[in-house]
């Protein structure tokens, strides 16, 4: 039997050795730029289109109420990205009130141009020299609205010193638009920053539901995901044919999870 470095092999049974699964800080840094005022196909209640920036503030919501389920030990703070980033709320808190208030916080008006993400990286390598102090480990999720302004940044090749996720809300593509061109720059900033494997998702299709089954996919811990090509969740939603009874379920008729 091959054993792979760091494990063993007795009588024929693979053992890894114990490894601990440290609680997360984690920073949502949210574009407020004017796009993330877009409206989508998603409505309230009463019917009114829900833009993004509403979308993304019951997704963040989401998130923190379900990981601190999983573990209450988990912290969130939160920054905003214009031209640059700033913070909105610098504390790391296990505390769901904390969020409540800082997603109300968020707002956005003005079209900002090209965003840079040098000082979002500068932040993040602070704070994660402070979480591992603590034999924490830091998580950003970025969450980014535009479709035609590719974001920049200066960063130093060999620091990888957080985990770096991405959720991308845009337009289809069009003239005055280049998401994929987008998409890419924001591939190659995770590639370069990120410490643990880091996850993209992206969706064009104006849906809040995309987001939120996106949000849950990022509840997984940086520390054991397998790659993100790996991934095969959500498993789709099937039902079988009437007619399948006699065809020993061979005849299987997918539903659509959108």
């Known amino acids: 039997m091959e054993v792979a470095e760091g494990g063993s092999s007795v009588g024929g049974r693979f053992t890894l050795p114990p490894r601990r699964i440290n609680s997360e800080d984690i920073l949502f840094c949210v574009d407020v730029d004017a796009e993330s005022l877009v409206e989508m196909k998603s409505t309230t209640v009463n019917g009114r289109p829900l833009t993004r920036l509403e979308s993304i503030r019951q997704a963040i919501l989401l998130f923190v109420n379900t990981k601190l389920s999983m573990n209450p ?27 409540i208030a800082a997603v109300k916080d968020l707002s956005a008006t003005v079209p900002c141009g090209q965003a840079d993400l040098t000082h979002l990286f500068k932040l993040a390598a602070h704070e994660a020299r402070k979480s591992r102090a603590q034999n924490r480990i830091l ?120």
């Open 73 to 99: 030990d988990h912290r969130f703070a939160f920054a905003t990205l214009a031209k640059t980033a700033s913070w909105l709320r610098k504390e790391f808190s296990s505390e769901v009130e904390s969020a």
């Open 139 to 258: 998580r950003v999720i970025i969450i980014y609205c535009r479709s035609s302004v590719k974001p920049q940044h200066q960063w130093p090749v060999n620091q990888k010193l957080f985990t770096f996720d991405v959720m991308y809300l845009h337009d289809k593509p069009g003239p005055d638009n280049c998401p994929q061109a987008v998409y890419d720059a924001l591939v190659d900033a995770l590639e370069l920053v990120t410490e643990y494997e880091g996850y993209i998702f992206e969706s064009g299709q104006g849906s809040a539901r995309v987001l939120f089954r996106h949000m849950c996919m990022l509840l997984s811990h940086p520390q054991q995901r397998c790659p993100q090509e790996d991934l095969d969740i959500p498993k789709s939603l099937v039902k079988k044919s009437p007619a399948a009874d006699t065809t020993n379920g061979e005849d299987i008729v997918p539903v659509s999870s959108q």
